[in-house]
Every structure is written in structure tokens, then in C-alpha cells.
């Protein structure tokens, strides 16, 4: 009788601490669009990140941080200039608190969210007409968003406002990132 007790404890709370923490992979794309000062247009281009995440649910609320690899791709153009293209990958962690707005019980649920990313571009490559413009490799930004859980599975549409001005010399270049992602929970 001890034992069936034990085991049953055990059952309800493994269960329990399923419901409590979420961890698992993902993939994202995004798109990344500029806002410049010293550049008369910008032209926004896509890249892919992978990542893993940990989710902590508390009722209605959870908190979630990622940490991954990400790629981003943008380019500026100056009048009688020329064209520089960006291509940037490096280091991504995210740390998310979020509002289960519609909770949908086992089935999933609809979700608000807000946090900070930082990214680290370890891979900075440029091909330009311009002049050398040296990126920061440190990229702070504020983020918002919705997501959608459904069985085992995530999906979030985030805006990432860059708050660091990337470009080190006199310029201003800001990032602003439309992300798509999708993940799986293993727990």
C-alpha cells in the first residue's frame, strides 16, 4: 500500500511539474529592417536563428529565456555613394515575460509577451560600394509580441526594437526585427 501511495505521489507530480516548466528547440526567421540617419533608404532582407528554450508557467503567467544562433541580412544605401549590404550572425539569448491572455486548458492557449534580447554578432560581413562602416558587436533590444501554444507545439510573431545605434562611427543605424518562430515542447 506504501508503495502504490509513493508511486502515485510521484505520478501526480511529475505531471504537475510537466504543467510547471517547458523546455525545448526552435527555429525562427526574421526580418530586418533599419533606421537610419545618414542613409537616404534601406532595404530589409531576411535570416534564419535556432535556439532552445525554458519556460516556467506560473497560472496565467510564465517566464521564458531562450539561447541560440541567429542570422540577419539588411542593407543601406547613400545617395552618389553607393550600396552596403550586411550580413550579421552571431549569439542570441531572449528572456520573455508573458500573459496568458485566452488559456485553452491541455488543448494550448494565446499568449501576449514582452522581454529583452541581446544579440552578439560574432560574424559581421559587409559587400559595399561605401566606405567602411564599422558595426558594434553588442545589440540590445526591447521586444513585444503574440504567440500561440497548440499541444506540444509554439508559434510567436515578435517585433525586437533595437535600442543601441550598431554603427561606431558618426552614423545611426538602428535595427528592427519582425520575428517568426516556431518551437516544440518536450516537457
Same mark, same amino acid.
Given at each position: 500500500?506504501?508503495?502504490?501511495?509513493?508511486?502515485? +505521489?510521484?505520478?501526480?507530480?511529475?505531471?504537475?511539474?510537466?504543467?510547471?516548466?517547458?523546455?525545448?528547440?526552435?527555429?525562427?526567421? =526574421?526580418?530586418?529592417?533599419? =533606421?537610419?540617419?545618414?542613409?537616404?533608404?534601406?532595404?530589409?532582407?531576411?535570416?534564419?536563428?535556432?535556439?532552445?528554450?525554458?519556460?516556467?508557467?506560473?497560472?496565467?503567467?510564465?517566464?521564458?529565456?531562450?539561447?541560440?544562433?541567429?542570422?540577419?541580412?539588411?542593407?543601406?544605401?547613400?545617395?552618389?555613394?553607393?550600396?552596403?549590404?550586411?550580413?550579421?550572425?552571431?549569439?542570441?539569448?531572449?528572456?520573455?515575460?508573458?500573459? @496568458?491572455?485566452?488559456?485553452?486548458?491541455?488543448? $494550448?492557449?494565446?499568449?501576449?509577451?514582452?522581454?529583452? =534580447?541581446? @544579440?552578439?554578432?560574432?560574424?559581421?560581413?559587409?559587400?559595399?560600394?561605401?566606405?567602411?562602416?564599422?558595426?558594434?558587436?553588442?545589440?540590445?533590444?526591447?521586444?513585444? $509580441?503574440?504567440?500561440?501554444?497548440?499541444?506540444?507545439?509554439?508559434?510567436?510573431?515578435?517585433?525586437?526594437?533595437?535600442?543601441?545605434?550598431?554603427?561606431?562611427?558618426? $552614423?545611426?543605424?538602428?535595427?528592427?526585427?519582425? =520575428?517568426?518562430?516556431?518551437? +516544440?515542447?518536450?516537457?
Amino acid at each position: 500500500m506504501k508503495k502504490f501511495l509513493l508511486v502515485s +505521489f510521484l505520478c501526480i507530480c511529475t505531471n504537475g511539474f510537466a504543467q510547471l516548466i517547458q523546455i525545448g528547440p526552435q527555429i525562427s526567421t =526574421n526580418i530586418t529592417s533599419v =533606421n537610419t540617419n545618414n542613409f537616404s533608404s534601406d532595404h530589409t532582407n531576411s535570416g534564419i536563428g535556432f535556439a532552445a528554450f525554458a519556460r516556467v508557467n506560473l497560472l496565467l503567467f510564465y517566464a521564458q529565456g531562450e539561447f541560440g544562433y541567429a542570422k540577419s541580412n539588411f542593407s543601406v544605401y547613400q545617395n552618389g555613394v553607393g550600396e552596403t549590404e550586411f550580413k550579421l550572425a552571431g549569439t542570441d539569448a531572449t528572456l520573455i515575460a508573458g500573459y @496568458k491572455l485566452i488559456p485553452l486548458g491541455k488543448v $494550448g492557449n494565446v499568449r501576449l509577451l514582452v522581454g529583452y =534580447n541581446w @544579440k552578439n554578432y560574432s560574424d559581421i560581413k559587409t559587400s559595399n560600394n561605401l566606405n567602411y562602416i564599422a558595426l558594434e558587436k553588442n545589440n540590445h533590444s526591447v521586444l513585444g $509580441g503574440v504567440g500561440v501554444d497548440v499541444w506540444k507545439f509554439t508559434f510567436d510573431i515578435r517585433y525586437l526594437a533595437g535600442l543601441i545605434d550598431i554603427d561606431s562611427s558618426s $552614423g545611426e543605424i538602428k535595427t528592427g526585427i519582425t =520575428n517568426f518562430s516556431l518551437g +516544440f515542447k518536450f516537457l
